[in-house]
């Protein structure tokens, strides 16, 4: 039997606002244990929340980004659970008036593009830090407080790499936002998965399986793989499924139960008296909507549209952020009218300089003047435009000007005709057979002389400009 | 209305141990409480909203501005168990 | 009269006029404590050996006059334990807003915390680690609760003024049992950051006092719109001595026949009737009214703070202060430490509000505690559309003997019948002296008012208090 694969995914999304959400701890990791922590992020009695205003305006962004309904009316409820890493035992989140529902991302996936939905973008807190020892655990409560966004996904994805293509979009978009780090290693980005497999045409859902402890989005496609393995082979073995949270093991690559005595948990979520309502009418919503960025996908569309870029182009050219805002720099500079010109050479030559050096297009460090300055080396024909790329790469490393380079590789090349006359005469007297094969017509001949011409000049002598010479003197005759 | 099965299941979301006699006493109490609690199941209360937050006060916010936050010493003071500039709890086996 | 038998607003003229120096008021403080608290125990830690030196500033509106601290709002290094043996020794790092209101006022905060009911759960005060406090009116009787410490304090001249905290009654219930003026604030009025919190929807802080005047003094140093506090309210604070020897002819009160039912002690009954017939003396219009859910009242509370209580208290299980009990592993830690942690009040309540709140119980219980709550603040809100205050005895009965109630909560949770509802509505509502019983037992009359009306409280009280000599009579120790 044919299996169909049902995905959807819970990313948890640290905001990075200067402070915590309920209180002015600095956020600021790596510090020593316990240093970044206040009596309330502690939960210390006595003390009170009070919601960060760069928090919310974060997230109603990134709600909207993702084409979320903002709820007019939204709360704070408490999730009530012992754990050590939770100071109050229980923590600030949304549950039935969350701030928004109803959004999609748009994701390409296998040349095409699929929308999957998202169920609600919800408020809460993060947890601390807690280290294993074997007699004991230690708690570090630093990370205790920030600000997290919930973005929970409708089951719409059908494959390990639709997941991945999805996080990479959401990530694409948060990027545009600014409003996380997003870096799944760092934590500031992590990922659950439910997954569970139905046969082809069934309507109801199979039995899900919730995977948790991906470190990457590797990670995440890697153990809904060896997910959809596992299950279809107790499906096929006629198994009964359990509806289990797994673990996912990197060094293993084997996801792992996780066999919880607890049985189903039982929150008691009600809403947090310390916490006001919010009430987010139209006015705010269409402030905020004036301060959301260009996203990617208008980005894209505008550069087609301005620039005269390809679809592919425009989209290489927008998957990040700054990325995009180095090329369209590069591109309003450049003088010249035909902008396709520049554009080729960032997803050209550019490009493949910030892949071999696994940078981005702006990491590069490369001075857009100079880029352009090298550009009209080639385009007036001074050099080649394989010199050019070596200069590029010479740029790359060292800062210096173009014009220094091309001068300190000879590269200049040679359009004075007596200069090149002289060469030219030459060839034609070592390559009779040639000369007479042109002169029946062949035009193949001429190439061969061209790079006769070439190769004595060291390469720097115009080949546009030597052709023109060589058929001068040979119709001439 | 509540057992003592419910009242063990709720002491240990609570995080309380019950001895035998409290959990006896503490059923039969909890049912006297609960007993007394219904007579609010007499009301029709079905179109009313309910009151969770009395003020009608709404989108209380903080800049995004930091404060002084406390020294480690300071955090740790009060602590029953700490290894360094760590709180130290039980070994946690679930 | 020795200094300490004094009102605030008295020592304060003789501080202002040199008649007296603190070092006099405080020396005279310590000499009663020293022959009363042995028998009254009005303080949760009070050991004759040491008198801590106070370093008050003697500047300020207050000339550095002590006030005694319920022990359950933080004060920065001083023992803050809320009566609990889960809390023992424990200092909170910060001080409550109200404690750095009243130091702002050059108020020194008296070294040692008053009495209380195990986090303000009790109306007896015999719900305290530290024991009993009595009635220096009668010691074999309770000085009632949760704030007995305070108010018996303040009655037996062993503190100028006090602060409490009332959630049901915390506050009122008291100051009737020991003959003296308390107040509870309209909800918001009062910065709860640094209250351990009880039920955050229903705690405030008030003061109890000798005078009326006092009260208002008192009232308005701490009350005010608290940054660190998302429930406070950002109104202006009037200067409450203004309303103090105003006419109150022409002022409408409400009388609710909810409240003069069955269960009311027959000597409070006619004690009040006598203080109503007082109010129309002079000059005041007294009406029956009806406030038709008060009998829900009880029910509702006890759902609703208890709820919110299992929440608040989830934090003390021996992680970051407080006691700790001995195991090698987490839960079990977590779970003897509570049980030995918590009194036997706390561990019903935490337990009752956890089932109100669980999987399966919520809508019955705790939702529709929050709907009938709506009714009973729309009862009030009907009467004050008509009157000015609403007047009410503040118990049913006057202080009971000590160990009275302890084997049956449900009755214990009956003596705050009257008090329950202010807090249910957040409205504000104070209790004053106004005759004793024929056992020499004092009776409180309550009045409430609209929400941020303290005004209309002071002013009808004081006409009261100023046109009666009950607040004159001082107990026998």
Redo the contacts between chains.
Sequence with gaps: MKYQTVIGLEVHLQLN???KAF????IDFGK????????VC?GFPGTLP???????NSAIKLALAFSCEIQEHTKFDRKNY?Y?DLPKNYQISQFDLPLSRNGYLDIASGGKTKRIGITRVHLEEDAGK???E????????NRTGVPLLEIVSEPDLSSPQEAFDYLTSLKNIIGYLDVSDCDMEKGSLRCDANISLRPEGAKELGVKTELKNMNSFKGVKDALAFEVSRQTELLEAGQPMTQETRLWDAEKSETVSMR???GAK?Y?Y??D?D?????IDREMVSRIKTQLPELPREKMQRFMRDYGLSEYDAKILVNSKKDAQFAEDCIQKYPEKDKKIMVNWLIGPLLSEANARKLNLYELNIDKEELINLIGFVENQSISHLSAKLVLTQMIDSQKPAVLLIKENNMLQISDTTALEEIIAGVILENEKSVSSFKAGKTNALMFLVGQVMKKSAGKANPKVVGELIKRRLTDA | M?DKE??E???H??????QPE?LEK?SR??H???G??????V?D?GL????????P???????????I????D????????K???????????? | MVLNQFTAHELLDKLKNSQATLKDILDSIYARIQEVEPKVKAYARYKSVDRPRLNPQSNGLFFGLPVTVKDNICTEGLNTECCSKILT???P?YDATVINKLKAAGSSIFPFKANMDEFAFGSSTENSYFGTTHNPWNLECVPGGSSGGSAAAVAGDEAIWALGSDTGGSIRQPASFCGVVGLKPT??RVSRFGLIAFAS?LDQIGPITKDVEDAAILTRIISGYD?ND??S??KDIPDYTDSLGKDIRGLKIGIPREYFIEGMDAQVKSVIEEAINKLKSLGAVANQVTLPHT??A???Y??IATAEA?SNL?RF????????AK??????????T??EG?GEEA??R???G??AL?HGYYD??Y?????????I?NDFDAVFKNFDCIITPTSPTPAFKIGERTQD??KM?LSDIYTISVN???IPAISLPCGFTKNGLPVGLQIMAKPFNEEMLFKIAHAFEQNTEWHKIKPRL
């Design positions: 606002t200067k402070t209180c002015g701890c600095a020593t244990p316990n240093s970044g922590v206040c009596p502690l009070v919601y960060n205003k760069e928090a919310l012992f050590p807690l280290i294993h074997t007699s004991s655990s230690l708690v570090d409560f919880s005595k607890e039982d008691r009600f809403p008296p916490l006001t309502v919010f009430i | 509540i419910t009242v299941y709720v002491a979301l609570a995080r309380i141990e019950l409290e503490l109490q909890l006297d409480i609960l007394f609690i219904d007579k609010l199941s009301l209360v009313v909203k309910p009151t969770s937050h009395i003020l006060i709404s989108n209380v916010l903080r800049e995004d501005e930091p404060h936050c406390l020294t480690p300071k955090a740790l003071e009060n602590a029953p168990g290894n360094g500039n760590f709180f130290s709890v039980p070994k946690i086996i679930e | 020794n424990f200092r790092p909800y918001g929807s940054p998302s429930t309210a950002n009998q829900y009880v029910p509702v006890y759902i299992s989830a299980d021996g992680v970051q202060y407080g006691y700790r195991s090698d592993s987490l839960i079990d830690m977590y779970k003897k509570r049980a918590f561990k019903r935490i337990i009752l956890t089932f669980s019955a219980y939702l529709r505690a929050l709907k009938v709550r709506t009714l603040k909560p449900l949770y249910l509505a957040g």
